[in-house]
């Protein structure tokens, strides 16, 4: 699976779009976009994911780039709830190989500030 | 509500014990996927089942082995417990084995050695 870089830590004001980037410069064209989030010691949760289209659900939206080198998520109106940590996780499609687990990398710290 | 149940939510127990994990899948889930989190490691992928059998292998120490049975719930042992194996142990239930399907967490156990 491709790497991934996000920053450590961002804050965004309650009420605001909290956009949290994403790099994966290696990604290959079967590889998906995934984002999860982990609030403090909870079972993480799936959030959204897409492949070259952007994508929208009730919780976000995923902006993939056109050379989908690099994502953003936007949590459109952030609260409190919202603060977790997000994990952009890149993986093969169903042609590809390897482990079905999920690779998770540090993540991005999204603090909600009242 | 993820819909994926763990037991027991906490174990503490002693170096050189054995402990067993139970998960239970969201139902209709046919894959299991085990991750363990630590402070250093965080969070790794250790093993997935699908519909009874082990389908991929993660950073699984030799004295861990897991199982699923018939009705598809799955558990973890561990053995030979050592100070480091102290972590929340995340199970995680996906609808099939495809790598674009969506995990879906449980709420983990607890570990502590001592």
């Known amino acids: 699976d491709a790497k991934t870089t996000q920053p450590p830590s961002m804050d965004c004001a309650e009420g605001r779009a909290a956009n949290l980037p994403c790099n994966h410069s290696?990604?290959?064209?079967?590889?998906?976009v995934y984002w999860y989030r982990q609030i403090h010691s909870q079972g993480p949760q799936y959030i959204i994911h897409?492949?070259?289209n952007n994508e929208t659900n009730e919780m976000a939206s995923l902006i993939i780039t056109e050379d989908r080198k690099s994502s953003t998520l936007i949590l459109p109106h952030a609260t409190l709830r919202d603060t977790a940590v997000y994990y952009c996780?890149?993986?093969?499609?169903?042609?590809?190989?390897?482990?079905?687990?999920?690779?998770f990398g540090k993540g991005t710290h999204l603090i909600i500030q009242p | 509500d993820s819909g994926v149940t763990q037991t027991p939510k906490h174990l503490i127990t002693a170096t050189g014990q054995r402990v067993t994990l139970r998960c239970s899948p969201r139902?209709?889930?046919?894959?299991v996927y085990w991750y363990q989190q630590s402070l250093d490691q965080g969070l790794q992928f250790l093993i997935q089942?699908?519909?009874?059998?082990?389908?991929a292998k993660g950073n699984i120490l030799e004295r861990f082995s897991a199982q699923q049975f018939p009705d598809l719930h799955s558990e973890l042992n561990l053995s030979s417990l050592e100070l480091g194996d102290s972590a929340l142990y995340f199970c995680?239930?996906?609808?099939?084995?495809?790598?674009?399907?969506?995990?879906?967490f449980g709420p983990g156990t607890r570990l502590l050695v001592l």
């Open positions: 139902s209709g889930d046919l894959s």
């Open positions: 995680a239930s996906s609808a099939r084995a495809k790598f674009q399907e969506t995990q879906y």
């Open positions: 996780i890149v993986r093969v499609g169903p042609t590809g190989g390897g482990a079905d687990g999920l690779t």
């Open positions: 290696t990604i290959s064209g079967n590889e998906y």
């Open positions: 089942y699908y519909n009874g059998e082990e389908r």
């Open positions: 897409g492949l070259k």
